[in-house]
């Protein structure tokens, strides 16, 4: 099984920063940040495949930056800027295929996920 394990959430006040981590084990095509708010399905934030091309949902674009290394199986996300709508749980996942086009809209495509760190921003 695929373990993947998240870290760097808190509490920051708005404009602040926080980096994200998540460790996955194996070699997986595709990795991706999802948020989540209570009562609301997975948004997806950010996705990047292994070649290193990367995409955003444009609520973040410009403020998130998504990175991985391949070589240590990690996986990051740099959250610049932020704002009280950014306040969510955030989740890492990945797949073995491509994210293709229609990542955001599809977490049920992704098989594997981390258990979530929180991310509050007021």
């Known amino acids: 099984d695929v373990q993947l394990v998240e870290s760097g959430g808190g509490s920051v006040q708005a404009g602040g920063h926080l980096r994200l981590s998540c460790t996955v084990s194996?070699?997986?095509?595709?990795t991706a940040w999802f948020r989540q708010t209570p009562g609301k399905g997975r948004e997806g934030v950010a996705a990047i495949d292994h070649d290193g091309s990367a995409d955003y949902t444009d609520s973040v674009k410009g403020r998130f930056t998504i990175s991985r290394d391949n070589a240590k199986h990690t996986l990051f996300l740099q959250m610049n800027s932020l704002k009280p709508e950014d306040t969510a749980m955030y989740y890492c996942a990945a797949k073995a295929w491509s994210c293709g086009a229609l990542w955001r809209s599809r977490p049920t495509t992704f098989p594997d996920w981390g258990q979530g760190t929180q991310v509050t921003v007021s």
């Open positions: 194996g070699d997986n095509y595709c």
